[in-house]
C-alpha cells in the first residue's frame, strides 16, 4: 500500500480544513505551555505582553501571542552567549548543532536539536520528497557542502528514511559530481537552482548532455526562490531532462514547511498539520487575504528544543487557496513559493525592483549564462544596470537580447529605465549554495550633527 | 475505545502504534539496560514519536527521557 500512496502521510496531508484547525490550535496550546514552562525567553516576553497560554481558547488567539523576530533571537543570543535563553531544556540533550548560512564576520544564528526534533527535520522533507515522486528504487545525489548550515541535512535523512540509494558528495568538485551522476544512475539531484544550472554547464563544457546521458527525472531545489521562477525552471527542465520540485525551510525551523507537489501547480503546499502560517501586512499585524502579496509569519508545531512561535520571517508571498491544485492535500499553497524577501525590493528613481522580477525577465533569454544586477549613484540620480554573461558560442545574440532586456525590463518596472552591459565570458561569479547576483553600491547616506 | 487528538476513533494499526509508543517510552526510562540496548531504544521512540505525531495520536516534549 505504502509505495502506491501519493502522499507521504495520507490522514493529514488530505484532512477537512476545520479539522486542520482544530488539530493546529490543540498542537499550538500544548506548544505555548511547554515554551512558557521552560523558555525563559518566552516567559519573559509573554509575560511582558500580558500573554499566557491559558488564553488560546481557539486558533483565533494566535493573535493574541506577540511576534518574535531574528533580532529578538539575536538579542536573546548575545545576552547569554552561545544560545541565549531560548532552550528549553538542557544542551545536554542536543544531538545536532547547526547555524544559519550568515555573512561572513557576522555571529550566525545557532540552533540546537535533540533525538527526536531531528527525526522530525527529516520527517519534514519526507512529506516533500514522498509528495513530488520520490520512491525507494530513487538513487539521490546530494550536492551539498555538509557544513554547519542546515541545508540538505534534513534531505539527506529524508531520503535514507524513503529507502533511497543516497550519495553525498560534500567535497566534490562539479566535474566529479557529474560523473557519480551518469556512472551511479542518478535519477534525482537535490541542488540550489543556481548549482543546477552550472552543473548543467558544466558537463555541456565536456560534452555531456545530461538530459539524454543521464538517467536524472527529478530535481529538488531549495535555497533560492528561483526554483519557482518559471523561466528558471522551464530551463533546468529543458537542461535536465526534468522535473524540477521547488522547497523552501528556513535554519530557525530546521526544515522545509513547503513543497511542491508532483502536480507542480505553480506554487508549493504549506505542511499544515506540522506549521501555522500566517500571512501579515509587511511589519503590521493585518491578517492579508488570499491571492495578495504578505509576509509570512510561521509558527513551527515541529521542534521543541527553541520553540518558534509567530516569527516574523521577513518572505514575501502570496497564499491561495489548497483547492488551485488538483492533487486532494488540503495544505493551502504559495504561489511561486517563497517569492524573495521584502527587504530585497530596492528602491530606483521612486520604482520598486525585485531581484526575483529581473531574474524572471532575464532568464526568459536563453542566451543567458549568468547575470548580476548592479546598483550605483551618478550624482544624485540611482542607475540600474543588468550585467549579462552570455553562453559560449551565443555572442550574436546580443543585439537582439539587449534590446529584449531593454523594452522588457522597462515594461515591468513602471517604464524604469534600466542599462544592459555585457560581460565577458566566466567573468561573473557562480555560486554553489545562495546566489548573490544583487550589488549595490550605492553610497550609504551619511548625517553630521 | 481509544481516541486520536481529535477524538477519532484508532484504527487497528493506530492503536498498536500508541501501544508500542507508549512500551517504548517505559523502556526509554529503564537505568538497567545495556548502551546497545537502551541508545538504540531512544533512537526507535525518535522515531516513533514521528509515527504517533503525524497521525495525532500524541504530541508530547521527550527531552526529559533524553530524546
Not at chain 1, 150 to 161: D, L, S, V
Not at chain 1, 251 to 278: K, L, N, V, Y
Not at chain 2, 15 to 32: C, G, M, N, P, S
Request: hydrophobic share 35%; glycine share 8%; charged share 25%.
Amino acid at each position: 500500500m505504502a509505495e502506491t500512496s501519493d502522499y507521504w502521510n495520507p490522514k493529514n496531508e488530505t484532512m477537512s480544513r476545520e479539522d486542520l484547525r482544530t488539530l493546529q490550535h490543540l498542537k499550538l496550546r500544548r506548544l505555548c505551555e511547554w515554551a512558557y514552562a521552560k523558555s525563559d525567553f518566552h516567559r519573559q516576553r509573554w509575560d511582558a505582553a500580558n500573554f499566557h497560554p491559558d488564553q488560546l481558547k481557539s486558533l483565533d488567539d494566535l493573535q493574541r501571542i506577540p511576534f518574535m523576530t531574528r533580532a529578538d533571537w539575536m538579542e536573546a543570543q548575545a545576552g547569554a552567549p552561545p544560545f541565549g535563553s531560548l532552550l528549553t531544556t538542557s544542551r545536554d540533550h542536543a544531538i545536532r548543532y547547526h547555524t544559519t548560512s550568515g555573512t561572513t564576520g557576522k555571529t550566525p544564528l545557532r540552533v540546537l536539536d535533540g533525538m527526536k526534533d531531528w527525526e522530525w527535520i527529516s520527517e519534514m522533507w519526507a512529506y516533500g520528497l514522498w509528495g513530488f515522486g520520490l520512491r525507494p528504487s530513487d538513487v539521490v545525489l546530494f550536492a551539498f557542502s555538509y557544513g554547519t548550515f542546515i541545508g540538505f541535512w534534513g534531505a539527506h535523512y529524508a531520503c535514507e528514511k524513503i529507502g533511497c540509494l543516497v550519495l553525498s558528495t560534500g567535497s566534490a568538485t562539479t566535474e566529479s559530481r557529474i560523473k557519480s551522476i551518469i556512472d551511479m544512475g542518478v535519477t534525482t539531484v537535490c541542488s540550489t537552482p543556481t548549482y543546477a544550472l552550472r552543473m548543467w554547464q558544466c558537463a555541456a563544457e565536456t560534452g555531456i548532455d545530461l538530459a539524454n546521458d543521464s538517467r536524472v527525472e527529478k530535481l529538488i531545489v531549495s535555497g533560492e526562490p528561483a526554483g519557482s521562477i518559471p523561466a528558471v525552471k522551464r530551463q533546468l527542465e529543458t537542461a535536465w531532462g526534468a522535473k524540477v520540485g521547488d522547497t523552501a525551510g528556513m535554519t530557525e525551523i530546521g526544515s522545509i514547511m513547503i513543497f511542491e507537489c508532483a502536480r507542480q501547480p505553480g506554487g508549493t503546499h504549506i505542511i499544515e498539520d506540522h506549521f501555522i502560517e500566517e500571512t501579515l501586512e509587511y511589519e503590521g499585524d493585518r491578517p492579508v487575504p488570499y491571492g495578495e502579496r504578505a509576509e509570512r509569519v510561521v509558527t513551527s508545531l515541529g521542534r521543541g528544543f527553541i520553540p518558534l512561535i509567530r516569527y516574523r520571517t521577513n518572505d514575501l508571498v502570496v497564499k491561495i487557496p489548497h483547492t488551485s491544485c488538483g492533487c486532494g492535500r488540503t495544505g493551502d499553497i504559495y504561489q511561486g513559493g517563497i517569492q524573495g524577501r521584502w527587504d530585497d525590493m530596492k528602491l530606483v528613481r521612486g520604482t520598486n525592483v525585485y531581484p526575483r522580477a529581473v531574474e524572471s525577465i532575464v532568464r526568459e533569454c536563453a542566451a543567458v549564462d549568468e547575470f548580476q544586477i548592479l546598483l550605483t549613484r551618478e550624482g544624485v540620480i540611482d542607475e540600474i544596470c543588468v550585467v549579462v554573461e552570455l553562453k559560449p558560442g551565443r555572442e550574436d545574440h546580443w543585439d537582439g537580447l539587449c534590446k529584449r532586456l531593454h523594452v522588457d525590463l522597462a515594461d515591468a518596472h513602471e517604464g524604469l529605465r534600466f542599462k544592459v552591459e555585457q560581460a565577458p565570458v566566466n567573468s561573473l561569479p557562480r555560486f554553489e549554495l545562495k546566489a548573490k547576483r544583487l550589488v549595490d553600491k550605492r553610497p550609504v547616506a551619511e548625517y553630521s550633527a | 475505545m481509544e481516541k486520536d487528538l481529535l477524538g477519532r476513533t484508532l484504527s487497528e494499526s493506530e492503536v498498536e502504534f500508541a501501544r508500542i509508543y507508549r512500551e517504548l517510552k517505559t523502556l526509554a526510562v529503564r537505568q538497567d539496560l545495556p548502551p546497545c540496548a537502551e541508545r538504540n531504544v531512544k533512537k526507535a521512540l525518535a522515531c516513533m514519536w514521528q509515527v504517533v505525531n503525524d497521525l495525532d495520536l500524541e504530541f508530547e516534549q521527550l527531552y526529559e527521557l533524553g530524546v
